[in-house]
């Protein structure tokens, strides 16, 4: 699959994969972020892509981003039929100010083939053995 990509923006980084046969393409900052302590901040990519019809972008964190400096991906589904700059939204979940100078990595995509669902309003649905339990519905042990 080709994913095309086009720079909104001329300090822009194209997408890359970190290793031969990575899943996720590494995204990079276009400008410094300062995401304050407990808060959250948006990161421009300067970036928009063409994802297939039939798949979706799916943002999710570098683990050294959110191992190491406690900033975790909000949200994070590109439809193929958005053709806008990939904006992504972090939150600082550690105690303190962190710095994302212009060109770091942020975060990665994944891009998935997905069902399309009908969505059909029905009265009743089949029973399971689960049936609506939650949490904790195998036993605790």
């Known amino acids: 699959m080709k994913i095309k990509v086009k720079k909104l923006h001329k300090n822009a980084k194209v997408p890359t994969h970190?290793?031969?046969?990575?899943?996720g393409m590494d995204f990079y900052t276009v400008e410094d972020v300062i995401f304050p302590a407990g808060k959250q901040n948006e990161v421009h990519t300067g970036i928009a892509v063409e994802i297939p019809?039939?798949?979706v972008g799916l943002i999710w964190d570098k683990s050294s981003i959110s191992f190491n400096?406690?900033?975790k991906v909000m949200g994070g589904v590109v439809d193929s039929s958005y053709r806008g700059e990939i904006i992504m939204n972090f939150l600082n979940t550690s105690g303190k100010d962190i710095l994302l100078e212009k060109g770091h990595k942020v975060a990665q995509m994944l891009v998935q083939k997905f069902e399309h669902c009908d969505i059909v309003e029905i009265?009743?649905?089949s029973e399971t053995v689960r049936g609506v339990g939650r949490e904790g519905s195998t036993g605790h042990k």
Do not use: N, S, V
């Not at 970190?18 to 899943?23: E, F, N, S, Y």
């Open 69 to 71: 400096l406690g900033l």
């Open 123 to 125: 009265q009743e649905l």
């Open 18 to 23: 970190g290793h031969p046969g990575d899943a």
């Open 53 to 55: 019809e039939g798949h």
